[in-house]
């Protein structure tokens, strides 16, 4: 069973930074895309980035410019480096991951259980 870990989630100041990372682990055949959600009270998830195995990055126009996505094939970790952060920016986090667990297995979706983020003076 393939799970995902998330850790760097807290309580931040506006304008302070954040750097978020998740891990995938278990049976991974190959990993293709990746990205970082957020859900906020009262909202729908949204897609705040994403990264295809080859380094091509996407944005939503909220974060554009504040928010970088990178990832490590050679450790399956992806990263959301989070400055100039804002109140807005407070939500639940999520990682997700497009993942192969075999060679003639189809590609599933997987997500992490979330991490905190709370932009707060």
């Known amino acids: 069973q393939v799970q995902l870990v998330e850790s760097g989630g807290g309580l931040v100041q506006p304008g302070g930074s954040l750097r978020l990372s998740c891990a995938a682990s278990?049976?991974?055949?190959?990993?293709?895309?990746m990205g970082w959600y957020r859900q906020a009270p009262g909202k729908q998830r949204e897609l705040v980035a994403g990264?295809?195995?080859?380094?091509?990055?996407m944005y939503a126009d909220s974060v554009k410019g504040r928010f970088s996505i990178s990832r490590d094939n050679a450790k399956n970790t992806v990263y959301l480096q989070m400055n100039s952060l804002k109140p807005e920016d407070t939500a639940l986090y999520y990682c997700?991951?497009?993942?192969?667990?075999?060679?003639?297995?189809?590609?599933?979706?997987?997500w992490g259980q979330g991490t905190q983020v709370t932009v707060s003076s």
């Open positions: 997700n991951a497009a993942i192969k667990v075999s060679s003639n297995s189809a590609i599933q979706m997987y």
């Open positions: 278990g049976s991974i055949f190959r990993i293709n895309a």
């Open positions: 990264i295809s195995r080859v380094g091509d990055t």
